[in-house]
Structures are given as C-alpha cells and as structure tokens.
T-cell receptor, first 110, second 114 residues
Framework: QKEVEQDPGPLSVPEGAIVSLNCTYS??????FMWYRQYSRKGPELLMY????GNKEDGRFTAQVDKSSKYISLFIRDSQPSDSATYLCAALGGSYIPTFGRGTSLIVHP | SAVISQKPSRDICQRGTSLTIQCQVDSQVTMMFWYRQQPGQSLTLIAT?????????ESGFVIDKFPISRPNLTFSTLTVSNMSPEDSSIYLCSIRDRSGNTIYFGEGSWLTVV
C-alpha cells in the first residue's frame, strides 16, 4: 500500500460544478499537506498547504484535512475550464521529503 | 515563494547522448531536489542535491547515469547521461522553502529521446 493514495480519474464535470478531490494516507507522522495543480508538460504549481487538521480557504479553493480518518480533500467551487489539469496531493512529516499521490486528472467542460 | 528557473524547457535528444539541465533559484535555499515524471505517472525523486558535497540518490538512480552538481545555494545541474527512449520524461527541480513545510517546483524540462 502506498503511503498516499489518490484516484487517478479522470474526473469530468460541467463548468460551474463543485469539484471534490480526495486523498487518503497511512503515515500518522504526516503533519503538512499540500495540493498542487499541474498542467500538461509543466511543473506542479503549489495551490495550498495546510498544517494538521482543519480547513483552509483561498478564493474558490478549500483544502480540508481530517487526521482522525487520514483523509485530505480539495474543493473547487464554480469550476472553470481553465481548472482542467492534474491535481496532486502531497504529505510531509518527519522526513524532509514529501510523499506524493499519483494525481487526479480533472476535466471541466463548458 | 522563490522563483525557480529551469533550462532547457524542452528538448529532443538523440539516443546515446547526454543533456544537462540547469536550475536557478532567485534566493538561497538549503534543500534542492531533482524529480522525474514519466508520461502519465506521478513524481519520482531522483536525488537530493547537496551544496558542497555529493548528491544523495534514491534507490534505482545512480550517479553515473544522473550526475548532479550543486556549486552554491542558488544553482544546480542534472545531467541525463547516455540517454535512451526510456529517459523521455519531465525532469523537475524543486526546493524546500525556508519554513521547511512545503516544496516548490520549477517549470520542468521536457525531454524526448529519439
């Protein structure tokens, strides 16, 4: 079992929908959690990071961590075609090297 | 966040040749990393580039194939040696920020080996 599990999708939604992207993890030592957006053939761009449990909001994006269930979520409100990309979750704790999920491909169609 | 510049952004390389990728950061950083991302796959850590000493390689990656230099706290290079089509990937430079709590990536270098 990988330390960070993420469904690769693809997830296809209509423009304006609320998108929910999720990851689970197994290592209790993870304390910091990150979401990256990656467009085709580009480097990952950091969207949000959170520490421990709780919610963090930035514009249309909300990151949520539930350490009791080892569950990480990213919500995108009012999704746009420009949000179409691969979204990677990552976790960090103990080691200085983050563990990445395999990424979820999101397609927002007009 | 720091600005991370990678060169080249993309290249088409002949089998058997070598290519050096450069990574320049606009501020001094302690920890720099090199990742590979093969088509449709997630990120795989190649090595941690250590300033003033040899890089620390992950299992499955060796210095002869992926020599790394880190002459100072803002610059690193990764060479992909004796390339084969299996080396066609995006190669990514990344840094750990000063707080130590998150990782930033460069734009990536997309290599196609023919």
């Amino acid at each position: 079992q990988k330390e960070v599990e993420q469904d690769p999708g693809p997830l296809s939604v209509p423009e304006g929908a609320i998108v929910s992207l999720n990851c689970t993890y197994s290592n209790s030592a993870f304390q910091y959690f990150m979401w990256y957006r990656q467009y085709s053939r580009k480097g990952p761009e950091l969207l949000m990071y959170t520490y421990s449990s709780g919610n963090k909001e930035d514009g249309r994006f909300t990151a949520q961590v539930d350490k009791s269930s080892k569950y990480i979520s990213l919500f995108i409100r009012d999704s746009q075609p420009s949000d179409s990309a691969t979204y990677l979750c990552a976790a960090l704790g103990g080691s200085y090297i983050p563990t990445f999920g395999r990424g979820t491909s999101l397609i927002v169609h007009p | 966040s720091a600005v991370i510049s990678q060169k080249p952004s993309r290249d088409i390389c002949q089998r058997g040749t070598s290519l050096t990728i450069q990574c320049q950061v606009d501020s001094q950083v302690t920890m720099m990393f090199w990742y590979r991302q093969q088509p449709g796959q997630s990120l795989t850590l190649i090595a941690t580039a250590n300033q003033g000493s040899e890089a620390t390689y992950e299992s499955g990656f060796v210095i002869d194939k992926f020599p790394i230099s880190r002459p100072n706290l803002t610059f690193s290079t990764l060479t992909v040696s004796n390339m084969s089509p299996e080396d066609s990937s995006i190669y990514l430079c990344s840094i750990r920020d000063r707080s130590g709590n998150t990782i930033y990536f460069g734009e990536g270098s997309w290599l196609t080996v023919v």
